[in-house]
């Protein structure tokens, strides 16, 4: 007999918390609206982690340990998640830091993988971010550098002197989020029309009401697809 069935004896598991369920709305099968491009203002119910308290763990402290005694003031926090490191930066700094991370012999982070954009509406003051994955190859290490900037004062420091590679993805992120990449030597759209208006990975960006046609098939307006839920 099981002992979740004798008398007196609680079933297996009964005093654990179960974790809070994330709760997604939006995706694609949303219903209620024709919004099938996989956004719809999905929302998961778990608070971001704002920072995280030494030990950072792994290899995470030997690379603040690297930073700290030139760069203390211009890290704003770190963020460990998911056994991931995210090192905020200053965005007044942000290039002296990416070239200490790309020539100190205890860093070496001589590959960069790439820089992306996030916009976050409600973070007043802070809404844009641009954040940049980079690689160590000596010593096998991957960390995230993140820079926020406001809406109002959307400039950032183009890092494109550290990572020359940085020139296509500095402006794919501009094109889509608006960022303005100070010093970059062309900054222009690179997936958009010249004249397109607005930056149309932000979240104030309306979805909707522009079919796209690609050799000789229109795909309709996100607002007019099907739903198939």
């Avoid at 990975?201 to 229109?218: H, M, T």
């Amino acid at each position: 007999m099981s002992s979740d069935n004798l008398p007196g004896v609680p079933p297996s598991g009964a005093g654990e918390q179960t974790p809070e369920p994330i709760a997604r709305t939006g995706m694609f099968g949303a219903t209620g609206t024709g919004d099938t491009s996989g956004y719809g203002r999905m929302v998961v119910r778990r608070a971001p982690r704002l920072s995280s308290a030494r030990p950072y763990g792994s290899y995470f402290d030997d690379v603040a340990d690297a930073l700290e005694p030139s760069f203390g003031d211009a890290i704003e926090r770190v963020v460990v998640d998911r056994d991931e490191v995210t090192f905020h930066v200053a965005r007044e700094r942000l290039v002296d830091v990416m070239r200490h991370l790309r020539d100190d012999p205890a860093l070496r982070f001589e590959l960069s993988l790439g820089v992306s954009g996030v916009h976050y509406p409600h973070e007043t003051g802070d809404e844009l971010h641009a954040v940049y994955h980079l690689c160590s190859i000596t010593h096998n290490r991957r960390i995230r550098v993140e820079v926020a900037c406001p809406d109002s004062d959307r400039h950032i420091p183009s890092t494109v002197s550290v990572y020359p590679t940085h020139d296509w993805h500095e402006r794919e992120t501009y094109d889509f989020f608006g960022i303005i990449f100070d010093g970059h030597p062309a900054l222009t759209r690179i997936e958009m029309p010249d004249d397109w208006e607005g930056h149309p990975q932000r979240k104030d960006y309306p979805l909707g009401g522009i079919p796209v046609e690609y050799r000789g098939a229109e795909t309709p307006a996100p607002d007019q697809r099907r739903s198939y839920a």
